[in-house]
C-alpha cells in the first residue's frame, strides 16, 4: 500500500516540472518510519496543523485541501516542512513557521534572535542604520579566545543543553550546549564579553565544544542531521572583528559580518539553507562598497573570494533612501549593481506609506504623506501626530519605522514575522474566474490562521499586535499570460511593451487579472479575522521570487519572464544528500557548488573532491509552453530591462500591497535608460519601492555556476538525450530509496522559499 502511495506520488507533479521529484523529497518531504513521506502525506500533515492553529471550517479544510493536492495553491514552505509536527506546536518554535523575518539591531540580542530565527530556518533581515547600531554599546576588551574538546566526545545521556558560562576576574569559560539555544547563547555570549564593563584588559575565553553532537547524528523535534563543522571557528572569527573594533562601536560593514558569521555557521553542509537582507543608510559609503570585488579571477580564469569579507555572501544588501533620490543616484545606482549585483535603492516613504494603507486610505492622503516624508522623517512625524493625535507616540514611532524588508524584499514592516502562501497561476485556467477565487482564497486562509500566533519574544509580540501582516504570493504570472493572450503578448513583449492599442489593451486585461485577484484575498484574509475577532492586516498580497515552490510545478518564477524557453537549473544539496545520489541515477549531472575551494580561493570541479562539501544537481528544464508554435522565435534574453521594468510595475500597482520581489535583469546599455526610469517612478509616487538588478548573462559572463543557464533547443535536446543515456532507473523514489537508510534529508527550505535570490547574494 505505502509503494502504491508514492506512486500515486509520482504522477501528482506535471511533466513539464523535471526538478518536481529533486526538489520535494529535499526540500518539503520527512522522515517516517514507513520512508519518506508522499506529497498525499505532506498535504494532510500540513492541513491537520493549519485546522489546529486556525480552527477552520468544514468548507475552509475542503477547499485548502483539495487545491493544495492539486498544486494550486500551497502554505509557505517553512509550513510545508514544520505544518502539523509536534515541534512546531511549542510558543518557542513558532518562529520556525515562517519564511520571513526582519530586525532592527540595536541590542545584543538581536544577533542572537536571528542566528535563532536562522536555525529554524528563517529568511531574516536586519536593519543597520545609524540610529539602530549607534544603541550597540562601544567595543571594550580585547578577546583571545581558544576552542577546547572535541565535538561528539560527550556522550549523548551526559551532554548539557544548555550552555554554561563561568567567568573569574579576566577569565571566561563557556561550555556550548548541545541545542539551538545552546549555539545561540555561546555567540550573543561572545559579544556581550567585548562590551562588558566588568573587566581590565584582556579577555581570555575558552570555548568547550564537547557537548556538541557530531556530525551526521538526528535532530530529532526540527529534522535533520546534525553538521557543526564550521561551529569551531565562529567564535575565532567573531572575535577578529570585535577586536578590530576595540576602542568604538562597530560599524554597519562589522554588524553585518557578526551576522553572517552565524549564519555560515547554520548553513554548514546545507544542513539548513540561509537567506538574508542587511539595510544600511544611503550615506553609509562603507555599507555600499562592503561587497564590492568580493569574487576575483587570476590569469588563468580561476575564482577566488575574499577570505575576510567571504561571509557577506550569506545576505542582500540594500541602500535605504529616506528622501528621493537624485537622478544621478538612480543611474549611479543602477550602474553599481550591474557590475556589483550589489547597492539596490531602497524608497523608505513609498515603503512607509504602504505599511500605512489603513490610516493613508485614499490617494491624496498617501501623496500628501509622501511629499511631508520626502522633505524630512521628522516633518512626516508631525504631520502623522497632527492628523491622527488618537495614536500614541509608540505607535507613531513604529509606523515610521516599517520599511525594514525580508531577504527577497517582497515584505515591509518593523521587527516583523510573515508567512507567505503561494498560488501557481499557471496551474490555472486563465478564463475559469471560480477556480481563480478558490485558489487565493485557500492561499489567503492558509496565511491567516498563523496570526493566532503569540511570539515569546516581546518584540516580536509588540510587533504583530500593533501591525499583523501576512503575505499570499503567486508564481507562473507570465505563463499564465502566455496561455491566456498566446504569442502575440510574446510579440508585444519582444517589441517593449509599447503602449500601441493593441498593447493597452494587453495591459487593460492584465490589470483586470492582477486587480481581481487582490480583491479576492483581501476580503478573504478580512472575513477570517473579522470571525476570529483577530486584527485585520492592512496589507496582505505580495510576490515572492519563487525559485522553489515553482519547481514543483515547473513555473516561470514569480512575476519574472523565464530565463529562457529553455535552460539548466541547478540546485543545491549537501554533498553524499540522498536526493542528490538518485538524481546521479536519474541521470541528472552533478558538480560541487560555489561555497566549494581549494586552498586558494579556486573553486572546485570534482563533486567526490574529498574537499568538495555541496553539490549542485543540473537539470534541463523546458517551459510548458516552449513549443508552442512561433514560440521559439522569441528570444526572451532580449527583453529589455524597460519592458521588465513596465511588467513589474503592474503588478506592484495593481496586485502588491507590500512590495514585489523583483530581479531585472539588464545589459550595460541600458544602465542610463533603467536607473531614468526608477527615477521617475520615485519621483512621481508610481509605487516603487525596491528591486534587484542583475547583469544579464551574455553581457556580463562574470559569476560561476548561477542557478540558471539559458539553452538552446539543441542543446537542451543534447542534455536530455545525455541524461537518458545516464539514467540507470527510471523510477526516482525507487533509486531514493535505497540511500535513504546512509543518510537523511537536510531540515527543510530556506527562509524566503527561493533559490533565485542567490543570484544577487553569490556576489
Known amino acids: 500500500m505505502v509503494q502504491d502511495l508514492k506512486r500515486v506520488h509520482q504522477i501528482s507533479f506535471p511533466e513539464t516540472a523535471p526538478a518536481a521529484n529533486p526538489v520535494f523529497f529535499r526540500t518539503y518531504s520527512r522522515r517516517k518510519s514507513a520512508g519518506r513521506e508522499t506529497w498525499e502525506e505532506v498535504c494532510d500533515r500540513t492541513l491537520q496543523g493549519l485546522i489546529s492553529v486556525g480552527k477552520l471550517t468544514d468548507v475552509e479544510v475542503a477547499l485548502i485541501e483539495r487545491m493544495q493536492l492539486q498544486i494550486k495553491s500551497l502554505p509557505s514552505g517553512r509550513w510545508l516542512w514544520v505544518g502539523g509536527t509536534e515541534w512546531i506546536e511549542k510558543a518557542e518554535n513558532f518562529s520556525g513557521a515562517y519564511n520571513c523575518t526582519s530586525t532592527n539591531v540595536s541590542d545584543w540580542r538581536a544577533f542572537g534572535l536571528m542566528m535563532a530565527l536562522a536555525m529554524m530556518g528563517c529568511g531574516t533581515g536586519a536593519v543597520l542604520e545609524p540610529k539602530y547600531i549607534n544603541q550597540l554599546p562601544p567595543i571594550r576588551n580585547r578577546l583571545l579566545v581558544t576552542v577546547q574538546g572535541e565535538i561528539g566526545t560527550t556522550p549523548a545521556v551526559l551532554r548539557r543543553e544548555q550552555t554554561e558560562v563561568n567567568i573569574d576576574g579576566n577569565n571566561v569559560s563557556i561550555r556550548v550546549g548541545d541545542s539551538r539555544q545552546g549555539w545561540v547563547t555561546s555567540y550573543q555570549t561572545l559579544l556581550e564579553l567585548a562590551s562588558e564593563q566588568q573587566f581590565l584588559g584582556e579577555v581570555t575565553v575558552r570555548i568547550d565544544l564537547s557537548d556538541i553532537r557530531g556530525a551526521g547524528e538526528l535532530l530529532k523535534g526540527f529534522g535533520g542531521v546534525a553538521n557543526p563543522v564550521k561551529l569551531p571557528e565562529l567564535y575565532e572569527r567573531c572575535a577578529s572583528i570585535l577586536n578590530k573594533a576595540v576602542g568604538r562601536q562597530l560599524n554597519s560593514v562589522e554588524c553585518c559580518l557578526l551576522i553572517d558569521e552565524a549564519a555560515v555557521v547554520v548553513v554548514a553542509g546545507n544542513v539548513r539553507r540561509s537567506a538574508g537582507m542587511r539595510q544600511g543608510d544611503s550615506n553609509d559609503e562603507l555599507f555600499a562598497n562592503a561587497k564590492s570585488n568580493l569574487w576575483q579571477q587570476d590569469e588563468s580564469g580561476n575564482w577566488r573570494i575574499d577570505s575576510e569579507r567571504d561571509a557577506l555572501r550569506m545576505a542582500n544588501h540594500s541602500r535605504v533612501f529616506h528622501h528621493k533620490p537624485s537622478l544621478l543616484e538612480c543611474v549611479e545606482a543602477v550602474r553599481q549593481q550591474y557590475y556589483s549585483g550589489e547597492g539596490a535603492i531602497q524608497w523608505a516613504g513609498e515603503a512607509i506609506a504602504r505599511a500605512n494603507a489603513d490610516i493613508l486610505s485614499t490617494d491624496v492622503l498617501k501623496r500628501e504623506f509622501l511629499k511631508t516624508y520626502a522633505t524630512s522623517q521628522r516633518s512626516a512625524r508631525s504631520w502623522l501626530q497632527a492628523r491622527y493625535s488618537?495614536?500614541?507616540?509608540?505607535?507613531?514611532?513604529?509606523?515610521?519605522?516599517?520599511?525594514?524588508?525580508?531577504?527577497?524584499?517582497?515584505?515591509?514592516?518593523?521587527?516583523?514575522?510573515?508567512?507567505?502562501?503561494?498560488?501557481?497561476?499557471?496551474?490555472?485556467?486563465?478564463?475559469?474566474?471560480?477556480?481563480?477565487?478558490?485558489?487565493?482564497?485557500?492561499?489567503?486562509?492558509?496565511?491567516?490562521?498563523?496570526?493566532?500566533?503569540?511570539?515569546?519574544?516581546?518584540?516580536?509580540?509588540?510587533?504583530?499586535?500593533?501591525?499583523?501582516?501576512?503575505?499570499?504570493?503567486?508564481?507562473?504570472?507570465?505563463?499564465?499570460f502566455v496561455n491566456a493572450f498566446g504569442v502575440d503578448w510574446l510579440r508585444w513583449w519582444q517589441a517593449g511593451r509599447p503602449e500601441t492599442s493593441a498593447g493597452l489593451l494587453f495591459k487593460h486585461q492584465e490589470q483586470e487579472y492582477l486587480s481581481r485577484w487582490k480583491k479576492i484575498v483581501n476580503q478573504a484574509v478580512w472575513n477570517y479575522c473579522d470571525r476570529h475577532n483577530l486584527k485585520r492586516p492592512n496589507?496582505?498580497?505580495?510576490?515572492?521570487?519563487?525559485?522553489?515552490?515553482?519547481?514543483?510545478?515547473?513555473?516561470?518564477?514569480?512575476?519574472?519572464?523565464?530565463?529562457?524557453?529553455?535552460?539548466?537549473?541547478?540546485?543545491?544539496?549537501?554533498?553524499?544528500?540522498?536526493?542528490?545520489?538518485?538524481?546521479?541515477?536519474?541521470?541528472?549531472?552533478?558538480?560541487?557548488?560555489?561555497?566549494?575551494?581549494?586552498?586558494?580561493?579556486?573553486?572546485?570541479?570534482?563533486?567526490?573532491?574529498?574537499?568538495?562539501?555541496?553539490?549542485?544537481?543540473?537539470?534541463?528544464?523546458?517551459?510548458?509552453?516552449?513549443?508552442?508554435?512561433?514560440?521559439?522565435?522569441?528570444?526572451?534574453?532580449?527583453?529589455?530591462?524597460?519592458?521588465?521594468?513596465d511588467f513589474y510595475m503592474q503588478v506592484q500597482k495593481f496586485y502588491v500591497s507590500h512590495n514585489t520581489s523583483a530581479t531585472i535583469e539588464l545589459r550595460e546599455n541600458e544602465i542610463e535608460a533603467l536607473g531614468h526610469r526608477i527615477y521617475e517612478a520615485i519621483r512621481d509616487d508610481e509605487g516603487y519601492i525596491s528591486a534587484a538588478l542583475l547583469a544579464r548573462f551574455d553581457a556580463h559572463q562574470t559569476f560561476p555556476r548561477l542557478p540558471f543557464e539559458p539553452v538552446t533547443k539543441e542543446q537542451y535536446e543534447q542534455l536530455m538525450q545525455e541524461v537518458k543515456n545516464r539514467r540507470q532507473i527510471s523510477d526516482f523514489y525507487t533509486s531514493l530509496s535505497r540511500y535513504d537508510s546512509k543518510e537523511l534529508i537536510e531540515a527543510g527550505p530556506a527562509g524566503c522559499d527561493s533559490d533565485k535570490c542567490l543570484s544577487e547574494q553569490i556576489v
Open 390 to 480: 488618537e495614536i500614541s507616540s509608540e505607535e507613531i514611532e513604529h509606523r515610521l519605522s516599517r520599511y525594514a524588508l525580508n531577504p527577497c524584499g517582497e515584505i515591509v514592516g518593523a521587527n516583523f514575522h510573515c508567512n507567505l502562501s503561494e498560488v501557481h497561476v499557471n496551474q490555472i485556467d486563465p478564463h475559469n474566474y471560480q477556480e481563480q477565487e478558490e485558489a487565493f482564497t485557500a492561499g489567503a486562509l492558509s496565511v491567516a490562521a498563523l496570526l493566532n500566533h503569540r511570539f515569546i519574544e516581546e518584540r516580536y509580540q509588540k510587533s504583530r499586535e500593533l501591525d499583523p501582516i501576512v503575505g499570499v504570493s503567486f508564481t507562473g504570472l507570465f505563463d499564465f
Open 539 to 645: 496589507r496582505c498580497t505580495t510576490i515572492q521570487p519563487s525559485g522553489t515552490k515553482s519547481l514543483l510545478t515547473g513555473a516561470s518564477p514569480g512575476w519574472h519572464p523565464p530565463k529562457s524557453q529553455r535552460f539548466i537549473r541547478r540546485i543545491t544539496f549537501r554533498k553524499n544528500d540522498p536526493v542528490a545520489l538518485a538524481c546521479i541515477d536519474y541521470g541528472y549531472n552533478v558538480i560541487p557548488s560555489q561555497s566549494d575551494k581549494d586552498e586558494n580561493g579556486n573553486l572546485l570541479n570534482n563533486p567526490f573532491d574529498e574537499r568538495c562539501t555541496e553539490w549542485l544537481v543540473e537539470i534541463p528544464v523546458a517551459v510548458c509552453w516552449a513549443d508552442l508554435p512561433g514560440a521559439d522565435q522569441i528570444d526572451i534574453s532580449k527583453f529589455s530591462a524597460i519592458a521588465q521594468m
